[in-house]
């Protein structure tokens, strides 16, 4: 069985960064495509980033320039750097990892991109 925890979320003011991290637990597995997403207050759940286990990546149009995805294969671990905060990206941030056929949602961590 994999888990998946992301955490690093928190408060932080426009213009601010913040580092997320996933990562996913068990035996025995190394993962394969990885992407963050985000589910603001009333908005359905958005495609933020994604990293393939080729090394390919992808991020919405509203990110880009501002977030880097990145990940630590040896330790099953996939970071968002996100930097230039605006009010816009606060959202629960959610990871879903990709092991095999099949995928894993962690629970979630809070950004607040507030002054």
């Known amino acids: 069985q994999v888990q998946v925890a992301e955490s690093g979320g928190g408060l932080v003011r426009p213009g601010g960064s913040l580092r997320l991290s996933c990562a996913a637990s068990?035996?025995?597995?190394?993962?394969?495509?990885v992407g963050w997403y985000r589910q603001g207050p009333g908005k359905p759940r958005e495609l933020v980033a994604m990293s393939t286990s080729s090394g390919r990546t992808n991020y919405a149009d509203s990110v880009k320039g501002r977030f880097t995805i990145s990940r630590d294969n040896a330790k099953n671990t996939v970071f968002l750097q996100m930097n230039s905060l605006k009010p816009e990206d606060t959202a629960v941030y959610y990871c879903?990892?990709?092991?095999?056929?099949?995928?894993?949602w962690g629970q979630g961590t809070q950004v607040t991109v507030s002054s």
């Open positions: 068990g035996s025995g597995f190394s993962i394969d495509t």
């Open positions: 879903n990892v990709w092991v095999w056929t099949k995928d894993y």
